[in-house]
C-alpha cells in the first residue's frame, strides 16, 4: 500500500529513544522527511546518524512556549512545510494517590497536556496553507480505563478528550486528528534505572524484571508489552494518505488489554 508519505515533512516529540524513535524511523522508511525534537540531543543526533538524510534534529524543551515556537518557525523555515505533528513526549511516574506531589502533576501536565495543544495550533496555520495535514497524539489506554498512575491516567485521559476536539475543529481544513493508545510497552521507561520497573518491583518485592513480566502475564491477553515499532506502524498509518478520512479516533493498540467495547 502506498501510504503518500513520500516528502512529507514530518514532526515528532520525544523522538531520541522509545517510542518516538521508533515512530521517526518508521516514517523514515516511507520516504518522510523529518524534523525530530527532544530535550536529549545527543540521542536525537545518534539517531539523524543512523538514518542519514532528510533528518533535522534541534534540542527542544516542549514545556517551554518558546522552544516550541521557535523549534516550529525554524522547521517550516529550513524545510519548506509541515505535513505531520506527532505529539509523542512523555513520561510516567507512580506514586500513592494522597501524597503525590503537585508539581510533579503540573510538570506532566505541561509536557502531556499543555504541549500538544501548543504544537498543534503552531502547526494548523501551515496545514491551513497545505490544504492538508495529519495530527497523531500519543494517548494511552490508561485514558480510558485506570491504570494506578494518578497524572498519567488523567493527563492522557484528557488527551484523548483534546484529539476529539481538535478533530472536529480542524476537519474543515482538510486535517485529520488521531491519537493511538498504546498498552505497555517495552521501552527504556520500564526497563531503565529508577523507572516503571524499578517502581513496580518496590510495589510487589519482586526484582525489576521479575516484575515487568509478572505484569505483562497477568494483564495482557496476549501476555507481552508491545514491541516500539507496533505502536509506530499504527500511527504512521493514522497520518497516511489511505487513513486520511479517519479522524476524531483514539486507537487501541494493547493487546486486548482494554476491557470496554469503545
Not at 215 to 234: H, L, Q, S, V
Not at 238 to 253: D, M
Request: hydrophobic share 45%.
Amino acid at each position: 500500500m502506498n501510504l503518500g508519505l513520500k516528502n512529507r515533512v514530518v514532526i515528532v516529540t520525544g523522538a531520541a529513544s522509545g517510542i518516538g524513535k521508533e515512530i521517526a524511523t518508521a516514517f523514515y522508511k516511507e520516504g518522510a522527511v523529518l524534523a525530530l525534537a527532544d530535550i536529549n540531543l545527543a540521542g536525537l543526533k545518534k539517531l539523524q546518524k543512523e538514518l542519514g538524510e532528510r533528518v533535522y534534529v534541534e534540542k527542544v524543551d516542549v514545556t517551554s512556549p518558546e522552544n516550541c515556537q521557535k523549534f516550529v518557525k525554524n522547521v517550516a523555515k529550513k524545510l519548506g512545510r509541515i505535513d505531520v505533528l506527532v505529539n509523542n513526549a512523555g513520561t510516567a511516574k507512580m506514586g500513592d494517590m494522597e501524597t503525590f506531589p503537585e508539581e510533579t502533576f503540573r510538570a506532566h501536565a505541561e509536557l502531556m497536556m499543555y504541549a500538544p495543544v501548543r504544537l498543534t495550533n503552531l502547526c494548523i496555520p501551515y496545514f491551513k496553507k497545505n490544504g492538508w495535514g495529519s495530527v497523531v497524539n500519543t494517548a494511552s489506554i490508561f485514558g480510558k480505563q485506570p491504570g494506578g498512575l494518578i497524572s498519567y491516567d488523567t493527563i492522557k485521559a484528557a488527551d484523548i478528550m483534546i484529539t476529539k476536539d481538535y478533530s472536529a475543529y480542524c476537519a474543515p481544513f482538510n486535517v485529520n486528528v488521531n491519537a493511538v493508545c498504546p498498552g505497555p510497552v517495552d521501552t527504556p521507561l520500564w526497563h531503565a534505572d529508577g523507572q516503571l520497573g524499578d517502581q513496580l518491583a518496590a510495589a510487589t518485592g519482586m526484582k525489576r524484571e521479575e516484575a515487568i513480566d509478572w505484569f505483562a502475564k497477568t494483564n495482557i491477553p496476549m501476555g507481552r508489552y508491545a514491541k516500539p515499532e507496533e505502536i509506530a506502524n499504527a500511527v504512521v498509518f493514522l497520518a497516511s494518505e489511505p487513513a486520511h478520512y479517519i479522524t476524531g479516533v483514539a486507537l487501541n493498540v494493547d493487546g486486548g488489554m482494554v476491557k470496554s467495547t469503545f
